[in-house]
Nanobody, 121 residues
Framework: QVQLVESGGGLVQPGGSLRLSCAAS????????MNWYRQVPGKERELVAA???????TYAESVKGRFTISRDNAKNTVYLQIDSLKPEDTAVYYC???????????????WGQGTLVTVSL
């Protein structure tokens, strides 16, 4: 059983910073993409940052320059450094990954349980 466990969310004032972590555990042969999404109640889940196994990264326009995604392949962990937080960044942040349990296995997508980030005075 493979799972993603996020941590690092919380309440922060506007202009503050947070670092989210997401660790994958279980029977993992390799991980392809590791991504961060966020969702506000009543809205669709949106991709905010993505990274490949070789370290390529992409960001949503709304977070460029403020969010930084990174990963530690040895630890099967992805991070999201969030700086200059704004109230509109308030959301549940979800980790997402594509993994396979064996070399011959198909890629499987998995989601974490989410971690709440609240930006408020």
């Amino acid at each position: 059983q493979v799972q993603l466990v996020e941590s690092g969310g919380g309440l922060v004032q506007p202009g503050g910073s947070l670092r989210l972590s997401c660790a994958a555990s279980g029977s993992i042969f390799s991980i392809n993409t590791m991504n961060w999404y966020r969702q506000v109640p009543g809205k669709e889940r949106e991709l905010v940052a993505a990274t490949t196994s070789i370290g390529s990264t992409t960001y949503a326009e709304s977070v460029k320059g403020r969010f930084t995604i990174s990963r530690d392949n040895a630890k099967n962990t992805v991070y999201l450094q969030i700086d200059s937080l704004k109230p509109e960044d308030t959301a549940v942040y979800y980790c997402n990954a594509q993994f396979r349990s064996k070399r011959s296995s198909p890629w499987t997508e998995i989601w974490g349980q989410g971690t709440l980030v609240t930006v408020s005075l």
